[in-house]
T-cell receptor, first 112, second 112 residues
Framework: EAQVTQNPRYLITVTGKKLTVTCSQN?????MSWYRQDPGLGLRQIYY???????DKGDVPEGYKVSRKEKRNFPLILESPSPNQTSLYFC???????????FGPGTRLTVL | QQPVQSPQAVILREGEDAVINCSSS?????VHWYRQKHGEAPVFLMI???GGEQKGHEKISASFNEKKQQSSLYLTASQLSYSGTYFC?????????????WGLGTSLAVNP
């Protein structure tokens, strides 16, 4: 089944404790993206990747890191999480930038 | 650059119709429509490319008015399952920014 998976689905952590949210897709898509979703603010792009080893900042990259060592994986790293990073995070993939995006199930992160 | 969606929210009775608009101040290349149910990932509905084409999916259809730089999503004879938040994602004609820019969403509630 074609899908985008994210782990964990739910995470409660404390300020400053490094964490990684994994994202994997099995559709051989070149384009992958991370979004955060907050009430009233819609979907805001954090980082995106056009292909392996090619990543770039989105609209709200501060406090986040990403890597794309393999085509299928695009982990999101929070080196020192802060409470303002409490949010619902979605990973998405698509064949190319302007194509239909397929979203993962989401990760609800709470930083205390 | 962010597209403007209207209305922000709408409440319907089952069987009623609704129209959701997505307007841009820049020339559009394509418009993507997604529906998101509470706590779930956005799900792709349809994509419209410039050229004014209209697409349909069961009782949900959409149009793309190139002159107005606007897309409209039509929900006909609404069902309870149509409830959710509808997002449009827009891609623009020109410039280096080829990624999708998302509207803030329209919340749709269908009541029995």
């Amino acid at each position: 089944e074609a899908q985008v998976t994210q782990n964990p689905r739910y995470l409660i952590t404390v300020t400053g404790k490094k964490l990684t949210v994994t994202c994997s897709q099995n559709m051989n898509h070149e384009y992958m993206s991370w979004y955060r979703q907050d009430p009233g603010l819609g979907l805001r792009q954090i980082y995106y990747s056009m292909n392996v080893e090619v990543t770039d900042k989105g609209d709200v990259p501060e406090g986040y890191k990403v890597s794309r060592k393999e085509k299928r994986n695009f982990p999101l790293i929070l080196e020192s999480p802060s409470p303002n990073q409490t949010s619902l995070y979605f990973c998405a993939s698509s064949p190319a930038e302007r194509d239909t995006q397929y979203f993962g199930p989401g990760t609800r992160l709470t930083v205390l | 650059q962010q597209p403007v969606q209207s209305p922000q929210a709408v409440i319907l009775r089952e069987g009623e119709d609704a129209v959701i608009n997505c307007s841009s101040s820049k020339a559009l290349y394509s418009v993507h429509w997604y529906r998101q149910k509470h706590g779930e990932a956005p799900v792709f509905l349809m994509i419209l490319l410039k050229g004014g084409e209209q697409k349909g999916h069961e009782k949900i259809s959409a149009s793309f008015n190139e002159k107005k730089q606007q897309s409209s999503l039509y929900l006909t004879a609404s069902q309870l399952s149509y409830s959710g938040t509808y997002f449009c994602g827009t891609a623009f004609n020109a410039g280096n920014n080829r990624k999708l820019i998302w509207g803030l969403g329209t919340s749709l509630a269908v009541n029995p």
